[in-house]
């Protein structure tokens, strides 16, 4: 109990010095007559299953409770027609029961919101050292700890421990830009993503991400990327009459080569790099090198060399607008998975 909320509420009522509240060694009573109850799910869940009137049930550390507590608290908080949920937690991994359950597939009626640093207006100024310094040396570590991203695992992210994610000035001296352009189905995103090349880094410093997108709608998004109606722009071959019809809008666009493999010889050319760089602008980008992944055995946790497809949509695009410097039957090794 010691470490639970029961002592955080109880120093929060001898700090404001709150008058009418009674507190003993598992409860804290109000003058009003309300209750508060505190109880472990994990060895009190049959207690819980037969607790009544609750009002407002508060989970907090969501984190470690299991499916099987889920199972058994919802439908004991919700006997009363006007119960309230309240749940607070640090992700730990997108399989987690509480970010499956609440997050990953939202209930109607439900009010999900992500809270950071960024909402504290008393944030330390140690701390924004110590989050700015896990943000420059480890982006992955810095969106877990610092952004409440769920953990991926580190081995089976394709671009784990390659990329950056910072602001920078884009030099005037680029000899050549990249653009790659990938194309929409259904409620997938079409993307175009502009890149270059300085020593052996790779810099992605724009991107336009849009959904649902038609023929006609193709030059203001395009506009978005600078230099777009100037460069060569690079597209996946699989629409042909895409490709003809942003054509005639008068971008210099053609079709990018594909073979058997493609996909993991760009992937190999891309870990090439000593470094990928990109620019905090590039929301969409930073996602996808967050989640984009190789499949993993659910049962043995091993990583498997199968791509798994999706988060890559921005990544087929950077692919599409490096074609020609990404060489068919490139040395691939597998040992990059692991």
Request: charged share 30%; with cysteine; hydrophobic share 35%.
């Amino acid at each position: 109990m010691a470490d639970s909320v029961h002592r955080l509420l109880t120093d929060q009522i001898d700090a404001m010095e709150l008058p009418g509240f009674r507190v003993t060694n598992k409860t804290i009573e109000s003058a009003c007559g309300s209750e508060f109850l505190f109880k472990g799910l994990r060895h009190n869940i049959k207690e819980i299953k037969s607790t009544e009137g609750v009002d407002d049930c508060w989970v907090e550390e969501a984190e470690t409770v299991s499916q099987d507590s889920w199972d058994t608290l919802l439908p004991t908080v919700f006997r009363k027609e006007n119960s309230r949920l309240i749940i607070t937690f640090n992700p730990e991994s997108e399989d987690n029961p509480t970010w499956q359950e609440f997050v990953l597939n939202q209930r109607p009626k439900s009010l999900v919101r992500e809270v950071n640093y960024t909402e504290n207006p008393c944030f330390p100024s140690k701390l924004r050292d110590q989050m700015e310094w896990c943000k420059k040396t480890d982006y992955e570590a810095y969106e877990h700890i610092w952004l409440g991203k769920p953990k991926k695992r580190s081995k089976a992210t394709i671009f784990g421990g390659k990329y950056v994610v910072e602001a920078f000035e884009t030099p005037k001296d680029v000899d050549r830009f990249f653009f790659g352009a990938d194309w929409g189905f259904a409620d997938d995103p079409s993307t175009l993503i502009r890149c270059y090349i300085k020593g052996n880094t790779l810099f992605i410093d724009h991107e336009a991400w849009e959904q649902h997108v038609e023929f006609e709608n193709y030059p203001e998004m395009y506009a978005k990327v600078p230099g777009s109606a100037m460069w060569p722009i690079k597209a996946d071959n699989s629409r042909p009459e895409t490709i003809s019809a942003v054509k005639r809008r008068g971008y210099n666009i053609d079709a990018a080569r594909k073979w058997p493999g493609s996909v993991e010889d760009g992937i190999a050319y891309l870990r090439s790099f000593d470094q990928i760089v990109i620019h905090e602008r590039c929301v969409h980008m930073r996602e996808e090198a967050r989640l984009y992944s190789y499949k993993v055995d659910k049962t043995t946790g091993q990583v498997l060399p199968v791509i798994v497809d999706k988060w890559n949509h921005c990544w087929d695009a950077v692919r599409y607008a490096l074609d020609g410097y990404i060489k068919k039957d490139s040395d691939f090794s597998q040992s990059d998975m692991y």
